[in-house]
């Protein structure tokens, strides 16, 4: 399975969404671009793998594998990227500003489950990260009809 994230970069954070075959999945935030500096800022561009790992602070979780520099890149609850995230991606319900969003700790578990029961059946489940509106996703666009199907 291959998932999109389609980023839009501002100075106080990074907003995205996640897609699956054309679909609006997620919404996510996390640090503004600051050219992959340990704790400061998002990741880079690219195609990633995604795991399963656990750990005492956020139980199980999704892992993003392969960042290159980089380790222990997490998809983790978290409503605001600049006090919450070292690096990690916070699926969120909705935007409320530059790398801000609500009800994360909902839209985190639900892509959790999402992501889980794909490799359950035995997929491998890929992530690519870009910033280019051409696959078809208007941001603005599906803000409503994604917090009204999630909430």
Not at 56 to 82: C, Q, T
Not at 84 to 107: D, K
Request: with cysteine; charged share 25%; proline share 3%.
């Amino acid at each position: 399975m291959k998932l999109l994230l389609n980023r839009e970069y501002w100075p106080r954070g990074t907003n995205g969404q996640i897609s699956h075959e054309g679909s609006l999945l997620f919404k996510t935030i996390e640090l503004p671009w600051k050219k992959n500096q340990q704790n400061v800022s998002c990741i880079p561009e690219g195609v990633y793998r995604l795991g399963k790992r656990y750990s005492e602070k956020f139980g199980w979780h999704i892992l993003v594998k392969g960042v290159k520099d980089r380790s222990g890149i997490l998809f983790h609850s978290a409503n605001d990227a600049l006090r919450e995230l070292r690096g990690c991606i916070a699926p969120v319900t909705l935007h409320t500003g530059e790398g801000q969003g609500t009800f994360s700790q909902n839209a985190t578990y639900r892509f959790r489950d999402f992501v889980f029961e794909a490799m359950e059946r035995g997929e491998e489940v890929m992530l690519e990260i870009f910033s280019d509106a051409a696959h078809g996703l208007n941001l603005a666009a599906t803000d409503e009809r994604w917090t009204k199907e999630f909430i």
